[in-house]
């Protein structure tokens, strides 16, 4: 399958300091990229979609000036999540999609994900 | 996660089948797909199938589709403990996908 790498894979940080989560689709070209986040034993909430050369769409309920993404290429995104507080504590996956024109979604991959932990 | 609901746990005998339930609420979902995580590994797509198929088989795998009560399940056939994983149901609208809250199933010698 395709490799998707996120850096860095955890990160613990001081409350309102800002944290960069890297992904990178290492053998194709994203043309999409999804951004989740996870809670423990919870599902993944789908946070906001990117694509190359365009700004993010934000799931409703996610602020934007928040959590800033940057999908600048199609093999790198970004997100910053800007002076983070405990409560943004979680699991972050980004989740790069192939160019595609039809068929099923099986061309969407998944990062390992990166845990924050904000003290 | 709140459309796609999915039992949370599963225990399972080595060699024994697996079947995990999902329903799901989003009746023009085109796709539903059933994904894989393992500890510090990002989501594996497992299988799908497409939503005129009420049946489709893979190797070890056997996904049901019932779309008249928007329910779908995995059978994992002769379990192994490299099976023991989160397993997520999701289904796709406005080609976003949807994800359940994932079963965990724990595989026992």
């Known amino acids: 399958g395709a490799v998707v790498s996120q850096h860095p894979s955890w990160v613990i940080c001081k409350s309102g300091t800002s944290v960069k989560i890297e992904c990178r689709s290492l053998d194709f070209q994203a043309t999409t990229m999804f951004w989740y986040r996870q809670f423990p034993k919870q599902s993944l909430m789908l946070m906001a979609t990117?694509?190359?050369?365009?700004?993010?769409?934000?799931e409703q309920g996610v602020e934007k000036d928040k959590f800033l993404i940057n999908h600048a290429s199609l093999t790198l995104s970004t997100l910053t999540v800007t002076s983070a507080h405990p409560e943004d504590s979680s699991f972050y996956i980004c989740?790069?999609?192939?160019?595609?024109?039809?068929?099923?979604?099986?061309?969407?991959?998944f990062g390992p994900g990166t845990r924050l932990t904000v003290l | 996660g709140e459309d796609v609901e999915q039992s949370l746990f599963l225990s399972v005998r080595e060699g024994d089948s697996s079947v995990i339930n999902c329903t799901y609420t989003?009746?023009?979902?085109?796709?539903l797909y059933w994904y894989k995580q393992e500890p510090g590994a990002g989501l594996q797509l497992l299988t799908y199938?497409?939503?005129?198929?009420d049946m489709k088989q893979d190797q070890r795998l056997t996904v049901l589709l019932n779309k008249k009560d928007k329910h779908l399940s995995l059978r994992i056939a002769d379990t192994q403990t490299g099976d023991s994983a989160i397993y997520f149901c999701a289904e796709t609208s406005d080609y976003k996908l949807s994800f359940g809250a994932g079963t965990t199933v724990t595989v026992r010698a």
């Open positions: 989003d009746s023009s979902s085109t796709y």
């Open positions: 990117s694509n190359e050369g365009s700004k993010a769409t934000y």
């Open positions: 989740s790069p999609r192939a160019r595609v024109r039809s068929g099923p979604v099986d061309t969407q991959y």
């Open positions: 199938i497409f939503s005129n198929m």
